[in-house]
């Protein structure tokens, strides 16, 4: 079964829904997180703490970003390593324990073995950077909240990819203020709905 975030905001009617994202990264099986910006890459990546790094997303996904929200300029996907997991969930110190809930995810997704140890070696290569004093969601929140000030409305959109797996359409958008991030660090962002994040 799906891991669906918790939110309680109501989502809103939106004309346009993005079509399935794809990945330029192989194996892409773990969680992602895209943002579409006003701002540039540069300026996206000068914003963010240290130990997060933001990659341009693939141009089918800016594409499908951009037409939801035509004013962003950059579509990048924000990393913690080289996934956004530490950015969803709390690392775990016993990496078996915390690796239980991408291998049943794995499984749901029907991969393959050997994709699913690539995916996990890769997970593997942001551990410690969610166990910094301040978790990988608060730094997100910090980043959003700062984010806003200086470029406006911006969409986020997270999403748990395979490269073997073809998402479905997407629901309608969301809209949210900064308050509400900062309020729920953890429980703004809802998997598979894209949210537009205003001040």
């Known amino acids: 079964m799906p891991c669906r975030l918790p939110c309680q905001h109501p989502p809103i009617a939106c004309?346009?829904?993005l079509q399935p994202l794809t990945s330029h990264f192989s194996p892409a099986v773990c969680y992602f997180l895209y943002i579409a910006s006003p701002l540039t890459l540069s300026e996206v990546r000068s914003?963010?703490?240290?130990g997060l790094s933001a990659d341009l997303a693939s141009f089918s996904d800016q594409q499908a970003m951009k037409?939801?929200?035509p004013e962003?300029?950059?579509?990048?996907?924000i990393l913690a390593g080289r996934c956004s997991c530490d950015l969803v969930r709390?690392?775990?110190?016993?990496?078996?324990?915390d690796e239980r809930h991408l291998r049943q995810r794995?499984?749901?997704?029907?991969i393959s073995r050997a994709t699913m140890i690539a995916a996990l070696e890769r997970h593997r290569q942001g551990a410690g950077l969610g166990r910094a004093q301040e978790t990988g969601q608060g730094w997100l929140a910090k980043f959003i909240a700062e984010h806003a000030r200086n470029a406006g409305p911006t969409l986020y959109y997270l999403y748990f990819s395979a490269a073997t797996d073809r998402p479905p359409r997407l629901g309608d958008t969301r809209r949210i203020q900064t308050a509400d991030v900062?309020?729920?660090?953890?429980?703004w962002l809802e998997e598979g709905s894209p949210t537009l994040v205003i001040r």
């Open 47 to 50: 914003m963010l703490p240290s």
């Open 67 to 69: 037409a939801i929200h």
């Open 106 to 110: 794995y499984r749901s997704l029907g």
């Open 90 to 97: 709390r690392r775990l110190a016993d990496t078996k324990e």
């Open 182 to 187: 900062i309020a729920n660090p953890g429980d």
């Open 15 to 17: 004309s346009v829904h």
């Open 72 to 77: 962003a300029q950059t579509v990048a996907r």
